[in-house]
């Protein structure tokens, strides 16, 4: 049973908002059905189990341990027939659990190894012990979220934590971030929680960042951070670049509105933000607050203030100022740095492209912008004239020079002309990193798409790649991204095919090093990077990449060796493109013929949900939840009714 946000009610009568916790136990009677083995999981140890039979039938009773004192929407209860693997955490010995459907307990092993370390880098990280006695994780087919965090019982989609042989190095990635992100709300949300659904953007934007930091720290090699830049932070800018984009904090009263708070502004904003905060105060300092913070409510409710409180107590900076024009106000900036003629503006970046001010236009937003240690007031004319004589001493020191170096700040800067075509050479490998590269060439496509400067710009910011070797995939992924959107713009344009021979000239060269196999002693990354170049090819209409996607296609259809699984949605794609009655046909069959989700997303829907109904999850009807209240009384507050 899922709960979140609004569905406890729905399964027994109680105060089913998250300020009203209590202590619950849960007392589940199911069915045995042709002795199948059908075992009943929720938050807490199973205590005591009886069996007994009635009209012909054979039942099982669970009766589970009290819980903590919590929300009602992180209670779960799951029952299924199950296989599982389990493991003690190194450092804490936490009795961790996967459980999979019969027959896939060793495709969940790599999902366990990830959160035993996950589960040991949160305890040092939040310095508060795990509060439960297990952590089980349970893979469910046909599960509508990606994930959910109920405490101590956390459930996912199959396709999200499940690996086997053909699992591409991006999933795998997927997978960690999707673990790391449900065991990070075991203590920030489910210890300490949000007060209402207001503040859902703290709760889930806290989880996506904190993914990443124990991705990071458990898989160093794969540079998680500039992924976050090139997808999470690109995401949450893509959207909020929007008109009708909205604030991350918003108020919402009803269960349709508290629903409509789960988007990438909660999620991928949010995490922009506290990423851009942890920044500017200094990892420690960060890391010292959400301790203060999670020792200070423990098994309580908060309001997002109740954070930048404890941040401000770890820092002595005033946080609440600082990011309160950030949580209440929609968008962010763009800031244009004209060097020569020695000025600095600030506006709302709109992809729609600049607003321009009437008479009776309301005055241009702020934001706080942190250069550092130097936080950028456009109100304020002596933090605008120390933001230009830092530019001066940079332009003393090269001959071009770029500012929110980490791309920690969440907004966008537009440079001079001079300065853009300073930086081209720049972009070459071995000069700046990753992050700032692709920083860069999202930065220079993002305001030649919306008009801002021109797009030539951009396209002369990266003409060099054409040239680069050995070189790291993430920024040609964002190359890669940044054409092929440009590619959707131009397709139907008269001078679409001197953008192809653009693509080309890029592409070529890459596509020739990387081949389409996989060469040994290769880097394990080297598949995402074939499958960006190649991409650029296909767009480019380039025959030979065309003919081998089509007869690539064919001979896996045939039942020859699959796809790699990197390049298995390109060559999907191509083939389709060329033969789409023929391969839509195909694909069909081989996504009727599989079982393993994964397999089934790559065939068919890219976002994992596939549509597989094998295991009966429960018969409500014999569901007994006992719920002891012993929280708070309740507050006045109007009682919600699901509808
Ligand atoms: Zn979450």
């Known amino acids: 049973m899922q709960f979140e946000a609004t ?3 729905r399964a027994f009568p109680c105060w089913d908002e998250p300020a009203f916790k209590a202590t619950f136990q849960l007392v589940a009677t199911i069915p045995l059905v042709n002795e199948r083995n059908m075992l009943a999981v929720s938050n807490t140890p199973v205590t005591e189990t009886t069996e007994f039979l009635h009209d012909g039938g054979r039942y099982k009773t669970y009766t589970f341990a009290p819980t903590p004192k919590m929300s009602t929407y992180l209670l779960a209860l799951v029952v299924g027939e199950f296989d599982v693997v389990s493991a003690f955490s190194d450092k804490n010995q936490i009795q961790t659990s996967v459980y999979t459907m019969p027959g896939k307990g060793s495709k969940g092993k790599f999902c366990l190894s990830t959160a035993l370390e996950a589960l040991d880098f949160f305890i040092d990280f939040y310095g508060v012990k ?3 006695p297990k952590s089980d994780l349970l893979a469910i087919p046909d599960f509508a979220a990606g994930a959910m965090e109920n405490w101590g019982c956390v459930t996912y989609r199959e396709a999200k934590i499940l690996t086997d042989v053909g699992t591409s190095l991006q999933m795998k990635k997927g997978i960690a971030r999707t673990v790391c992100h449900e065991l990070a709300h075991q203590w920030f949300g489910n210890l300490t929680t949000m007060e209402w659904w207001d503040g859902l953007f703290l709760n889930e934007g806290f989880a996506r960042f904190m993914e990443f930091k124990a991705v990071d720290h458990i898989f160093p090699q794969w540079d998680i951070w500039n992924e976050f830049i090139q997808s999470v932070y690109a995401m949450a800018m893509g959207l909020d670049a929007m008109m009708t984009s909205h604030p991350v904090e918003m108020k919402c009263n009803s269960p349709d509105e508290i629903d409509s708070m789960f988007d990438s502004i909660s999620y991928a904003k949010g995490a922009s933000m506290l ?3 942890s920044t500017y105060l200094g990892d420690d300092v960060f890391m010292k607050g959400i301790r203060l913070y999670l020792n200070q409510y423990a098994y309580s409710n908060t309001i997002p203030t109740d954070l930048w409180t404890c941040l401000s107590t770890a820092s002595g900076v005033d946080v609440n100022s600082f990011l309160h ?8 900036p763009v800031i244009t740095i004209d060097d020569v ?3 600095v503006t600030m506006e709302r970046f709109l992809a729609s492209g600049r607003e321009l001010p009437t008479s009776d236009s309301p005055p241009p937003p702020a934001w ?6 130097l936080v950028l007031d456009v109100n304020d004319p002596a933090s605008m004239k120390s933001l230009l004589s830092k530019i001066a001493d940079l332009k003393k020191a090269s001959p071009y020079f770029i500012l929110n170096s980490g791309r920690s700040g969440f907004f966008r ?11 081209a050479p720049a972009l070459q490998p071995g000069v700046l990193p990753s992050i700032d590269r692709i920083a860069l060439i999202d930065d220079c496509f993002s305001l030649g798409k919306a008009g801002y400067i021109s797009v030539t710009t951009a396209l002369d910011l990266i003409s060099s790649f054409g040239d680069f070797g050995v070189d790291d995939f993430i920024v040609w992924q964002e190359v890669s991204e940044q054409l092929l959107g440009l590619a959707g713009f131009y397709k139907n344009e008269p001078f679409f095919p001197i953008f192809q021979q653009f693509l080309l000239k890029i592409a070529s060269k ?7 196999e996989k060469k040994e002693g290769e880097p394990e990354n080297y598949g995402s990077f074939r499958n960006a170049v190649h991409a650029m090819m296909g767009a480019a209409g380039d025959p030979a990449t065309l003919e081998y996607c089509a007869k690539r296609f064919n001979v896996y259809a045939a039942g020859g060796e699959s796809v790699s699984a990197d390049l298995r949605k390109l060559v999907y794609k191509l083939a389709l493109k060329q033969d789409e009655e023929g391969v839509t046909k195909t694909l069909l069959r081989l996504y009727r013929n599989t079982s393993f989700p994964g397999e089934s997303a790559r065939e068919g829907r890219e976002d994992g949900s596939v549509m597989i109904h094998k295991v009966p999850l429960l018969n409500y009807s014999l569901l007994r939840a006992n719920c002891v209240t012993r929280g708070p009384p309740p507050k006045k507050r109007p009682f919600l009714f699901p509808h």
């Open 325 to 332: 024009p950030w949580i209440t106000q929609v968008g962010f």
């Open 7 to 9: 569905d406890a009610r």
């Open 341 to 343: 003629a020695g000025t």
């Open 130 to 132: 795990y509060p439960l």
């Open 368 to 373: 706080p912008c942190a250069f550092g240690d």
């Open 275 to 277: 990423r851009m905060v």
């Open 413 to 423: 800067i537009n440079y001079s002309p001079a300065n853009w075509a300073a930086l």
């Open 510 to 516: 890459q596509a020739a090093r990387l081949g389409w």
